[in-house]
């Protein structure tokens, strides 16, 4: 990591405000060479932290902007390193002949995340906090962003780190005993620290029944939007995306595949998937629409039943419904509330009006999602988000269990050592003491470039 990079920091689309961000040992004499203050002192006699106004110039003398630079010396920065930011006018332009400027002057270009990484391994943050920067650069939801921030803010971190040091003394013990073989561990002494294995497994699997609630903010609640042909489900799904992603036609099979799109609903993040109308066909394609349909609603936590209230239940409604009844949450919807309604519910079917034309309903139905996926607690960034986290946790839970039975049972010591080390391990893979370099390189290529 001896070398400098830069990258633009910022979006590339006309904004007020775009920063080119600089980290190495070249960083402040990098930006020194491009950038004169205003004041006529140099850029590096400014003390750390202090936004200075000057004049941006590029390789050749000519001036590229007017704008602020600042530096941080290291350990005090993000990186770890010296860092160093132009905050020039947001044209796209500007901020490319920025960063050609200090290309000139022994700066190289920045990978995706490639200063998050600089960041996790000068110690600046661990590896859950390396996937919280990303998770919060992506979070679409309220819910998302308190997550990825606790974690940012080591909530995790710090109970996985409990464990791991209960875990470091008990391995302690252990090694003490295989030291000193005559020296036999007292049964109730045993007894405790098998309680002590097993309560810290419970905590991991605690953890690691989180990652369903977590994937979901991350990746949204798969939602299946489900019903007979022409009952206005892809209407529906334009109207709450807020563009027309779906054609519509009052022609029976227009979807022939389901269309997936993501959206927010109700603070909750759903990926929507608009299927096929469910009918017996004969059409070689529209069938396997409607078997894909079928495949999808399996697969979701939230179907969207729609029930044309312009025309009488049918048996293929009354088909529907049942099958819908397998999805873990469902919301029955009558469609097409501006027309005349002749509709008669199943006795014991509760259901939203809604008309997708005029947006009547929109917001009764926001209100229920909202209140299917409502949480007891805050959260506060002790959610696992991925899956590299919860096989961790869930591998490390697994061997605390074996390690406590072991011990139980009256299994030698270094039966029960096998596991407690295997359990730790698990853990320091899961905060980074311990990774390989192909699963970071799996991380940050999840990055945007300049972050």
Same mark, same amino acid.
């Given at each position: 990591m001896a070398d400098t990079i830069a990258a633009i920091a910022t979006g590339m689309v006309k904004s007020a405000i775009g920063i080119v961000r600089l980290s190495g040992e070249n960083a402040v004499a990098a930006v020194s060479a491009v950038f004169t203050p205003a004041s006529g002192k140099a850029f590096g006699d400014y003390p750390p932290g202090r936004l200075i106004l000057g @004049? &941006?110039?590029? =390789?050749?003398?000519l001036v590229i902007d007017q704008c602020l630079a600042t530096y941080a010396k290291a350990p005090h920065s993000y990186t770890g390193e010296d860092t160093a930011e132009l905050q020039c006018?947001?044209?796209? =332009? $500007?901020l490319t002949a920025a960063l050609e400027a200090v290309f000139a002057h022994g700066v190289r270009q920045a990978g995706p995340g490639e200063f998050t990484r600089r960041a996790f391994l000068n110690g600046q943050l661990d590896l859950i906090q390396a996937e919280a920067v990303a998770d919060l650069i992506d979070a679409q939801t309220p819910d998302a962003v308190r997550n990825a921030a606790g974690q940012l803010g080591r909530a995790m971190t710090e109970q996985i780190e409990g464990v791991a040091e209960q875990l470091t003394h008990l391995l302690a013990h252990f090694h003490v005993v295989l030291d000193y073989p005559d020296e036999d561990i007292e049964p109730l002494e045993a007894q405790e620290i098998a309680q002590t294995l097993h309560a810290a497994a419970d905590t991991l699997e605690r953890l690691k029944a989180t990652y369903r609630r977590g994937r979901q903010l991350t990746e949204g609640v798969p939602c299946a939007i489900v019903g007979r042909p022409n009952a206005g489900k892809s209407s529906l799904l334009n109207a709450l995306l807020g563009y027309d992603r779906a054609i519509v036609t009052p022609i029976p099979g @227009? @979807?022939?595949d389901t269309v997936e799109e993501r959206c927010v609903l109700g603070g909750v993040l759903l990926r929507l998937v608009d299927t096929a109308g469910l009918r017996d066909t004969e059409d070689t394609v529209e069938r396997m629409g409607v078997e894909r349909s079928r495949q999808a609603l399996e697969r979701s936590e939230l179907a969207l039943v729609l029930l044309d209230g312009s025309e009488r239940l049918t048996d293929a409604d009354r088909e529907i419904l049942a099958l819908s009844e397998g999805c873990p949450r469902r919301l029955v919807l009558v469609s097409k509330s501006d027309l005349p309604t002749v509709l008669a519910l199943p006795e014991g079917v509760e259901a939203i009006s809604i008309s997708s034309a005029t947006g009547e309903g929109l917001e009764q139905l926001e209100q229920a999602v909202a209140a299917l996926f409502a949480q007891n607690a805050p959260i506060q960034g002790q959610m696992l988000t991925n899956a590299r986290q =919860?096989?961790? $946790? +869930?591998? =490390?839970?697994?061997? &605390?269990?074996g390690a406590g039975d072991a011990l139980e049972v009256g299994l030698p010591a270094d039966a029960v050592l096998s596991d407690a080390e295997a359990a730790l391990a698990a853990l320091h893979q899961l905060t +980074?003491?311990? $990774?390989?370099?192909? $699963?970071t390189d799996h991380i940050f290529r999840r990055f945007c470039v300049g972050k």
């Open positions: @004049t &941006l110039r590029d =390789a050749d003398g006018h947001g044209s796209p =332009a $500007v @227009t @979807t022939r =919860a096989e961790a $946790v +869930g591998r =490390a839970a697994q061997c &605390l269990r +980074g003491q311990s $990774v390989s370099e192909s $699963v």
